[in-house]
């Protein structure tokens, strides 16, 4: 795990890396907001754009916002033109997904499942990350180092899973763990300094962990502000080195 002596210690590392074009997906969701906050107060020089389904303004005078369609894809295209019209982009964080909503929920057992939960979940958490990193991923800075990640899931590691269950929700993050891995392959023979990365946010009081918190010790529960430094934390010690890979809030690898 990545300790520092003081919050003074965290900034360090934070300053000593210039992003001056940041995109997030998924900007009105309690990770995504959480995010646009700390990146702002780091890297109050940067532009940040913020995209979601809601039309919302912005907060802040660095955070430009835009409303798209996920499941469009010439909605994404779209975006990727206007998030880089000015400069490449630094860094990206893909804060879009889906474990529950109305009348569909994660899946106990096999009889539970459906082809509508499998499509639905899978079109939120592997689809679109993908058709992200398809138009994204070539706009990425090519002269300095960035990052694009990917909020995925510990449980999404097929060697990790020991209680069975979440059929769906597991299935299409151990996917999005190879879309990542692919994208990391073929981006790295085209620009040497950009890091593809999945990131595991851990367990955060939140929408979308609300209905499965009661057996989750205080400690583990995050509230959003503190899972998106800890992110941010991990992004900024990533190397090329470590491109297609994915790791948990606190630094460590995240076996498939």
């Known amino acids: 795990m990545m300790t520092y002596k003081n919050r003074t210690d965290m900034n360090s590392l934070f300053k000593n890396i210039a992003y001056k074009n940041i995109v997030i997906t998924g900007s009105s969701g309690a990770i995504g907001s959480a995010f646009i906050r700390q990146v702002a107060a780091v890297y109050p020089d940067a532009t940040i754009h913020a995209f979601s389904r ?35 982009v630094d860094l990206m964080l893909v804060a879009t997904g889906l474990l529950h909503c109305e009348n569909l929920l994660p899946e106990k057992s096999l009889k539970e499942m459906t082809a509508a939960k499998l499509n639905a979940v899978f079109e939120a958490n592997t689809i679109v990350p993908a058709l992200f990193a398809k138009h994204f991923l070539p706009c990425m800075n090519r002269k300095e180092r960035s990052v ?26 151990a996917a999005l763990n190879m879309i ?29 962990s609300q209905p499965f918190q009661g057996n989750v010790p205080e400690s583990q529960l995050f ?16 190397t090329p080195a470590q491109s297609g890979r994915c790791f948990a809030w606190d630094g460590k690898e995240i076996q498939p």
């Open 223 to 238: 509230t959003p502000a503190d899972s998106a430094r800890y992110l941010l934390a991990v992004i900024n010690h990533l």
């Open 180 to 208: 990542i891995k692919n994208a990391a392959i073929e981006t790295g023979r085209l620009n040497k300094q950009a890091i593809v990365a999945g990131l595991h946010p851990g367990t955060v009081d939140s929408h979308l």
């Open 148 to 173: 694009f990640a990917v909020l995925s899931a510990r449980v999404g590691s097929i060697s990790d899973n020991r209680l069975g269950g979440w059929y769906a929700y597991r299935a299409s993050k």
């Open 54 to 88: 809601q039309e919302t303004a912005p907060e802040l005078a660095c955070v430009k916002t835009h409303q798209i369609d996920y499941i469009d894809e010439s909605s994404i295209e779209a975006a990727a033109q206007v998030a880089t019209q000015d400069a490449p």
